[in-house]
């Protein structure tokens, strides 16, 4: 295989890391972590024992990927956001047996400092603002701020806001790409070409 590690990173044995791969300064990737290719682990990462990662997914710096956390393909994770693995931690009860499982849907964006609690699910495109918490499941292409956060709008796959309501009926063609939406209820999605 063929990726880029830094000297200061620590890379356990077992550890499976696609080709053009980069991992950066101070990260530290645990044994039975898989990730795929092309994929950036930024400074001062860390990746689990039981976390999967797809192809071309961007970790930026100081994010901690706990065990139990799957990021499919695409995803971006903004520096210093948040995962958590147990909904409920005491320091004096052991609780490793009730790791709840984080799915984070191909090509969502995660923003800086946004917290994301156990047990979620974030769908495909999912646009999370800075900041934001998220302590439920996500809709594809939904935009989400705030504590805790709520849908104020949808994102494209290129990562412009249509101008959709949050629900509803409606169309919306992303200026950028010109992929054309549809909402339907509450649930968006990218008309066929």
């Known amino acids: 295989m063929t990726y880029q590690i830094h000297p200061s990173a620590v ?20 044994a039975g972590a898989r990730i795929g290719r092309q994929c950036s682990l930024g400074q001062n990462v860390f990746v689990g024992n039981r976390v999967v990662i797809g ?36 320091s004096l009860i052991e609780r490793k047996g009730e790791y709840r499982d984080t799915l984070v849907k191909r090509g969502a964006t995660l923003g800086a ?3 994301i609690v156990c047990g979620v699910a974030i769908g495909e495109y999912a646009f999370v603002g800075a900041g934001a918490v998220i302590n439920k499941d996500v809709p594809a292409y939904a935009l989400m701020v705030g504590v805790p956060a709520r849908q104020i709008g949808w994102m494209s796959e290129f990562g412009e806001q249509l101008d959709l309501p949050v629900r509803g009926e409606g169309e919306a063609i992303c200026p950028n790409s010109g992929q054309r939406y549809v909402l339907d209820g509450a649930t968006l999605r990218k008309a066929a070409a």
Not at 11 to 30: L, N, T
């Open 11 to 30: 890379i356990d044995e077992g550890a499976q890391i696609g080709d053009g791969s980069r991992v950066w300064h101070f990260a530290h990737v645990c």
């Open 55 to 90: 192809d071309h997914v961007k970790v930026q710096n100081n994010v901690s990927v706990y065990d139990n956390v799957t990021l499919e393909d695409g995803v971006f994770c903004g520096p210093s956001m948040v995962f958590t693995n147990v909904y409920n931690p005491r």
């Open 113 to 115: 400092n946004c917290t």
